[in-house]
């Protein structure tokens, strides 16, 4: 009875301490971590394999784990080979779940394809990206990130490199469409109202003020001004106009002359 | 029973230690394109990222990149493909850029830099970047055709749409001087 009480003791106190290396940016070889996809149960990490992961962009994405819809996300695994065997790293895959429930799985990204022989003593780095859909702003998402790969002997391995929850935040730097046409509209809208008041107001001052003689228009008077009509033109006028008459008449006339 | 119980807990302790003791240096190091087209004799801006995620500085780190870019095929117009850093902090990172200039045009696979450092100064870790993979090195003309500003096609377009335009000008000034501009005198 004791003893099962110290072994459990223990046994809560390891886990313990797992739990706080979550907080760890880096990841290395642990295996009960792994056990968290269900199509591979059976496959956990290599003991001869390293992993670290960490995020490029945004910057402070890895201290605050907060990314903004719309903008890249991009980061880096990197993987180091402990053993004698070569590896071949064959390809991460990302995904976001629930973060209530990291087996309901909310997008899964496009694997990143490495398939890179990492020989003996070597590290690679590994890089990949995505964006968070705008669907998900505002609100916390599970990432996971997961790292296959294989032993020269063609075992498979899985690494769990990122899990944790982060949140996505809205993009509001950049001008939205949205308030910019409501912007537009509003000033169109002044601009009407602007014209509107002043109709409005000439309309009430022409009814109040002194009104103007209206003036009557009687026709043009005969007299013409040719002073500003040039003296070509009005040369042209005195030439005499060609013969009045349709082309045949004209051919009948100079007939008879 | 005591001894037990503080033997179970040592081993538990010293278990989760491997877990969680402080790692050695681990870089990272990412190479990408800054520039969106590569083209040949244009610049082409390449960046280099050391990322130190470890626990203890990285020594001695050293970034080689001579052998992706051959000088038969590439001219380097700024910057060094070879640099070494003294020292990079636990959590530090450095970037370092390239300018390049291809001189020919074609497929051209962007393949890995070599990074070394030492952990403790006795421990040689030889890591290599991601890859950009393949890329087109866009020809001169076909980029200019795409991007470059096309002023003889405007000088074109200016002299066909002339006979149209300043004709037409023309014609109007020669009306205009028929009518010179004289006072108005006020009728009636």
């Not at chain 1, 223990?10 to 990841?27: Q, R, T």
């Not at chain 2, 037990?4 to 790692?23: E, I, M, N």
């Not at chain 2, 300018?99 to 952990?119: D, E, H, K």
Request: hydrophobic content about 40%; charged content about 20%; some cysteine.
């Amino acid at each position: 009875m004791k003893l099962s009480a110290i072994l459990l003791l223990s046994v809560v106190g390891l886990c313990a301490v797992y739990a706080a290396d979550v907080v760890d940016g880096e990841v290395t070889d642990d295996g009960p971590k792994t056990v968290q996809e269900e199509e591979s149960l059976d496959i956990g990490a290599s003991p001869d394999a390293g992993l670290a992961f960490h995020f490029v962009q945004p910057a402070d994405a890895n201290v605050v784990h907060e990314f903004y819809t719309g903008k890249p996300v991009k980061f880096l695994i990197g993987f180091q080979n402990k053993g004698e065997k070569d590896f071949v790293v064959k390809y991460s895959e990302t995904s976001f779940r629930f973060p209530t429930d990291y087996n309901y799985h909310l997008q899964n990204f496009t694997r990143g394809e490495y398939n890179r022989r990492v020989a003996p003593k070597e590290e690679v780095t590994l890089d990949y990206g995505f964006y968070a859909h705008e669907t998900f702003a505002g609100r916390p998402v599970g990432l996971v990130v997961n790292v296959h790969y294989q032993d020269a002997d063609g075992n498979a391995f899985v690494n769990n490199v990122f899990n944790q929850t982060v949140n996505i935040l809205e993009d509001d730097s950049g001008f939205s469409g949205e308030t910019g046409f409501l912007f537009i509209f509003f000033v169109a809208l002044s601009i009407g109202g602007l014209y509107l008041a002043n109709q409005f107001l000439s309309k009430l001052s022409r009814k109040s003020g002194l009104s103007k003689r209206r003036v009557v228009e009687q026709g043009t008077s005969s007299e013409v001004d040719f002073e500003w009509i040039p003296r070509d033109a009005v040369k042209n006028k005195e030439k005499r106009s060609p013969v009045a008459g349709s082309p045949k008449a004209r051919k009948t006339a100079k007939k008879t002359d | 029973m005591k001894f037990s119980l503080f033997a179970l807990l040592a081993v538990a302790v010293t278990c989760a230690d491997v877990g969680t003791q402080t790692k050695d240096a681990f870089v990272l190091a990412h190479k990408q394109p800054l520039s969106t087209y590569a083209v040949e004799n244009m610049d082409f801006v390449l960046e280099y990222g050391i990322y130190n995620v470890g626990d203890k500085p990285a020594q001695k780190v050293t970034l080689d990149d001579r052998h992706s870019f051959p000088t038969n095929s590439f001219e380097i117009v700024k910057g060094l493909l070879h640099v070494h850093f003294e020292k990079i902090p636990a959590g530090g990172n450095v970037t370092h850029s390239v300018v390049i200039r291809p001189r020919a045009y074609g497929f051209f696979n962007y393949t890995a830099a070599q990074v070394t450092y030492y952990t403790d100064n006795e421990n040689l870790h030889v890591t290599l970047t991601n890859t950009p993979g393949e890329g087109y090195i866009y020809r001169q003309k076909e980029y200019d055709r795409r991007f470059a500003p096309k002023y003889t096609y405007f000088l074109v377009f200016f002299a066909l749409i002339a006979p149209t335009t300043l004709g037409s000008y023309v014609l109007f000034e020669q009306s205009k001087a028929r009518f010179p501009n004289k006072p108005v005198k006020k009728t009636t």
